[in-house]
């Protein structure tokens, strides 16, 4: 069964454990230079309000491209960088590189949409995390409007008090924070309200189970019809993630889900391609 926490494993199940470390050992030596060789770009994917079409922001995701790995995906490296203390100098280059093309979008007199950065657990315990973010934005003249950030339930596995203060310090400077993959977790309405959190990204798993004929098919329904009116009573906005059918489209309308995210709509796009598909909707829906 899916499992989040299943991903970082994988590993020790491996057959040939001798070739996985040695491959693990490699991929740590060129992730410690993918800044400085310049392997690191951000692909950006819309994010679409179900009941009107228009856009309403983008995830950023982060792509790492090496020449003897070739395209690693982030599944594969985040949990490194996160194991290895990499994370740190990995998260502040996505922050920064974020803010820097929100600047040059701001200058070209591109329509602005806020964007959705992925942090890490150990970013949120980082003590400094919010000054950092305070100082990049105001470097790059960037109200926090534009920038929110998506954590995943992993964080009721970290050092809850420090994340809840960071998080309590990035929603007091007016930056949103996403519940993302939620739903395969653990997490509580209490550590919701604790970590500020005003939407649920509802994992992919629940989409995908909309068009399944797998056993449990109608109690993750179910779960997915339940999730929403939870949000709804308690003002969270909800996005969809993964949707790759206009059946999961009808269903999750019919339930009231806010947001849309997925194939369907648009694959994550590199950065040219986002910013003509942005120009060019933008015309249209404002
Ligand atoms: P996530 O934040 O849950 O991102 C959603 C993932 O679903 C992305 O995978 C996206 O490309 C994929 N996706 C979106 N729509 C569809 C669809 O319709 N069908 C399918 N099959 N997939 C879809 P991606 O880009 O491979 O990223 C994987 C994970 O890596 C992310 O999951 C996030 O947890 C992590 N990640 C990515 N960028 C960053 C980053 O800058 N920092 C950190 N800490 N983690 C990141
Ligand atoms: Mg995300
Ligand atoms: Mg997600
Ligand atoms: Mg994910």
Not at 34 to 45: K, P, R, T, V
Not at 124 to 130: N, S, V
Request: include cysteine.
């Amino acid at each position: 069964k899916y499992n989040i926490a299943s991903k970082h494993k994988i590993l020790f199940y491996s057959r040939d454990m001798g070739i996985e470390i040695e491959q693990n050992f490699t991929m740590i030596n060129y992730l410690k230079k993918a800044i400085e060789n310049n392997e690191l770009y951000i692909n950006y994917q819309p994010i679409i309000q179900i009941n009107n079409n228009q856009i309403v922001g983008a995830e950023s995701l982060l792509r790492w491209k090496n020449s003897k790995l070739g395209n690693v995906s982030p599944d594969k490296f985040i949990p490194i960088a996160e194991n290895t203390g990499l994370i740190y100098s990995i998260g502040e280059w996505v922050i920064e590189n974020i803010c820097k093309k929100i600047n040059e979008w701001k200058k070209k007199g591109l329509k602005l949409i806020p964007i959705s950065v992925n942090i890490s657990v150990k970013q949120l315990e980082y003590i400094r995390f919010t000054e950092f973010v305070r100082k990049t934005l105001d470097y790059y003249n960037i109200e926090p409007k534009y920038i929110e950030f998506e954590i995943t339930e992993s964080v009721s596995a970290g050092n809850i008090d420090k994340i809840a203060k960071t998080v309590k310090e990035l929603s007091e400077i007016g930056i949103k924070i996403s519940m993302d993959d939620f739903g395969t977790g653990y997490s509580s309405l209490s550590l919701l309200k604790k970590l500020f959190i005003n939407k649920l990204k509802i994992d992919k798993v629940f989409i995908d189970y909309i068009e399944s004929n797998l056993d449990y098919k109608k109690d993750y329904n179910k779960l997915l019809k339940t999730i929403i009116n939870m949000a709804k009573n308690f003002n969270l906005k909800v996005v969809a993630e993964g949707i790759e059918t206009r059946n999961q489209l009808e269903l999750l309308k019919v339930l009231g889900c806010d947001f849309r995210q997925g194939y369907l709509f648009s694959k994550p796009l590199d950065v040219d391609s986002f910013e003509i598909w942005v120009d060019k909707n933008s015309k249209y829906k404002y």
